[in-house]
């Protein structure tokens, strides 16, 4: 990413062969023998490779026929939800519409940030790609960050993208209802759009927590579909730990409960993401759950950055 094949980052050109797999390595960090008997300058960590690491994940991800799919499915369960009023259960129609909507996010973002994040690191992983890559005076820090953040973009527009759509709809929906039944809003709008707006962000926060957990998984796993099963299986631990953990609490079963508390405290608790329990949306409820998501997708690529270090690629 700092040049051409060979380049060190302060412009003086070498061989970079064995040693430089020895160099990245240990991160990237250490000096290393070129061909020429030159000894390689420490390459400082540079957020400009990794912005560069990010726009080609980018690209790669945008090109991937998954993403596309899973919006074009999603964004079309939005629309057509209309069509499935009459399984509203008797909740009122905007209300099944909000949740079929905040349902399609959840479930097909889930799917996204969990087999995008495999797909795209393992395929530098079976194409040699990465191997490549890694000789040049690139962190493995780098190379992880950026894949990141590539995935992370992507997963924000795919949260914002969907939620403009079901805005659209509620929207539509909400004027039709107006015209039909005038004495019902007498009060005011039935939709809280600034809602849609929290509901979007915690969603992407979610989604990013569970991309991160996912890469760590990868970092140390020998096969796609075994990061992809285990993401999976974290995303229904971090859904289900905190009602596990309310009810050994509330039963007093001692045995489990400790069990419990460590689940609880290694793995983030997605019920905390609704929009329910998150409050009336103030700012400090949501900068207290941005540092929560934050502080574990932290944790989470540092893990991941740790074994990536000290894996032979």
């Known amino acids: 990413m700092a040049g051409r094949p060979g380049e060190i980052a302060d412009g003086t050109i070498g061989a970079v062969h064995s040693a430089g797999s020895d160099f990245y390595r240990t991160g990237g960090a250490e000096s290393a023998e070129g061909n020429g008997g030159k000894r390689l300058k420490k390459v400082p960590f540079s957020m400009e490779r990794t912005g560069l690491i990010a726009a080609v994940t980018l690209r790669e991800a945008l090109r991937q026929k ?4 899973l919006v074009l499915v999603a964004a079309g369960l939005v629309v057509g939800v209309r069509g499935l009023r009459d399984f509203n259960f008797g909740a009122p129609e905007l209300k099944f519409i909000a949740d079929f909507g905040d349902g399609a996010i959840a479930g097909f973002g889930a799917v996204l940030a969990i087999v995008l994040t495999a797909q795209l690191f393992f395929s530098e992983i079976e194409n040699r790609t990465a191997l490549t890559l890694l000789a040049k005076p690139v962190w ?3 190379f992880l960050l950026g894949k990141f953040i590539g995935v992370a973009v992507v997963l924000v527009t795919f949260c914002a993208t969907l939620t ?3 805005a659209v709809v509620l929207w539509q929906r909400e004027a039709g209802l107006r015209l039909e039944q005038p004495e019902a809003f007498a009060l ?4 809280n759009y600034g809602a849609l707006v929290v509901a979007a962000w915690l969603h992407a926060l979610k989604l990013m927590l569970l991309a991160a957990g996912t890469l760590l998984v990868a970092s140390f796993a020998q096969t796609q579909i075994y990061a992809v099963m285990m993401g999976f299986a974290g995303f229904v631990i971090c859904h289900l730990q905190g009602f596990a953990h309310g009810a050994y609490e509330r039963s007093g079963a001692s045995v489990m409960l400790m069990p419990a508390k460590l689940i609880h405290w ?3 608790d997605f ?3 609704a929009v329910e329990a998150a409050g009336d949306g103030s700012a400090l409820g949501l900068g207290r759950l941005t540092i929560y998501a934050a502080g574990y997708t932290a944790v ?3 893990l991941a950055v740790y074994v990536f270090r000290r894996r032979e690629v």
Request: proline letters at 4%; charged letters at 15%.
């Open 66 to 69: 998954l993403v596309g799919l």
């Open 140 to 142: 493995r820090t780098e």
């Open 164 to 166: 403009a759509t079901l």
């Open 188 to 191: 005011g709008g039935a939709v």
């Open 266 to 268: 290694v793995f983030p």
């Open 271 to 273: 019920q905390r993401f």
């Open 300 to 302: 989470a690529l540092g």
